[in-house]
């Protein structure tokens, strides 16, 4: 155990010790927010690797997407926004290709790990960098991007009980691991109806900050005017399973071993985030896979435009969009949903 994540560990141990066990959401807040601040998890020698650094082909559709809509309704202004924005890798590219098209918005990110804003600023140095969703402008439309973003927020869980349901609490383990057990309160009337009688050892997870997230933004963007697009491995439909989840070197590690040092995530519920949206006035396209999204874009024909440029990487361009889209991998486990105003045209992409 690396020494940031004995202070982490040591953290958490004393939190339990002193008020007792902690709801899985509190426990994946205090290790996600110490591991992005830590240091870039990204890439071949991190933790993980996000589509954008795959191939510039997949920031340059989401600017050719972004460039579609603001073509089509040409407000005279626009900001662009990203939540979480990595290394910087998709704006860069997807801002490269805006600018082909005459669009040239401020840049505003939404990110609190130092270690990452260094790495977006040598991406993209105009970048304005925010705290919160607060501060973000609210003179003109926002064009809101995020992509894995929603995954890394902390999930509340439940689980089915002889008792009834309770919601999932994270007490000491052995040695310096901890351990998720069912907490003691009843939380039968949190559970949809739909669930309610489902089998013992079942598990119904919520993410309040992402629906809070989601809510603020649709509220922003039903007033501004705007798009958003939301890109994140989830489930369309509502649905019981445990899915939190920790990956270190590109491998699935134990979720609560080694907090703080572990990318800690769970599935985007993308019928929320639709709701959450919805309920504030905006249209809704999608959820749709992202493989079918990119190829409604143009990634095909963009692939064979980099293949006769650069005919010597044709084999690696063709690698990188068939592991964006091809069915078993990203191009059916991610989805993408769009949220925009009314006054806004349909959004390209979605089979409309």
């Not at 040409?74 to 098209?101: I, K, S, W």
């Not at 993209?124 to 607060?134: G, K, R």
């Not at 439309?141 to 439940?158: R, W």
Request: hydrophobic residues 40%; aromatic residues 8%.
């Amino acid at each position: 155990m690396s020494p940031d994540s004995a202070q982490v560990s040591v953290r958490l141990a004393q939190e339990i010790e002193a008020s007792g066990p902690i709801s899985v959401a509190d426990y994946m807040r205090v290790a996600n927010t110490a591991y992005y601040g830590r240091a870039d998890p990204l890439g071949a020698e991190g933790d993980f690797i996000t589509a954008p650094e795959i191939s510039q082909m997949f920031g340059e559709m989401v600017g050719i997407w972004l460039s579609d809509i603001w073509l089509r309704h040409r407000p005279a202004t626009c900001h662009y926004v990203e939540l979480g924005p990595g290394r910087g890798t998709l704006a860069a590219d997807a801002l490269r290709t805006m600018q082909r098209f005459g669009w040239e918005p401020s840049v505003h990110f939404l990110e609190n790990s130092p270690a990452l804003r260094a790495k977006q600023l040598q991406a993209v140095p105009d970048a304005i960098f925010h705290d919160n969703l607060d501060s973000l402008p609210t003179d003109a439309p926002l064009c809101i991007v995020a992509n894995e973003f929603f995954d890394a927020l902390p999930v509340q869980q439940f689980i089915l009980t002889q008792a009834g349901w309770r919601e999932r609490v994270v007490v000491r383990g052995d040695g310096a691991c901890f351990a998720a057990l069912p907490g003691v309160c009843a939380t039968d009337d949190l559970i949809p109806e739909q669930f309610r009688d489902a089998a013992l050892g079942s598990i119904y997870e919520i993410c309040p900050d992402a629906s809070s997230i989601m809510q603020q933004l649709s509220a922003r963007l039903a007033k501004q005017g705007g798009v958003m697009l939301v890109i994140d491995y989830g489930y369309t439909q509502p649905a019981l399973g445990d899915t939190l989840q920790a990956v270190q070197h590109h491998t699935y590690a134990d979720p609560f071993t080694d907090p703080g040092q572990l990318d800690l995530t769970a599935h985007v519920d993308f019928f929320e985030l639709a709701n959450c949206a919805k309920n504030s006035g905006l249209l809704v396209a999608g959820p749709s896979d992202q493989g079918a999204w990119l190829s409604g874009v143009g990634i095909d024909q963009r692939a064979q435009i980099l293949t006769a440029s650069n005919p010597t990487r044709a084999a690696d361009i063709t690698a990188a969009r068939n592991r964006l889209v091809t069915p078993g991998g990203m191009g059916t486990l991610f989805k993408i949903l769009a949220a925009y105003d009314q006054g806004w045209p349909q959004p390209a992409g979605f089979g409309l």
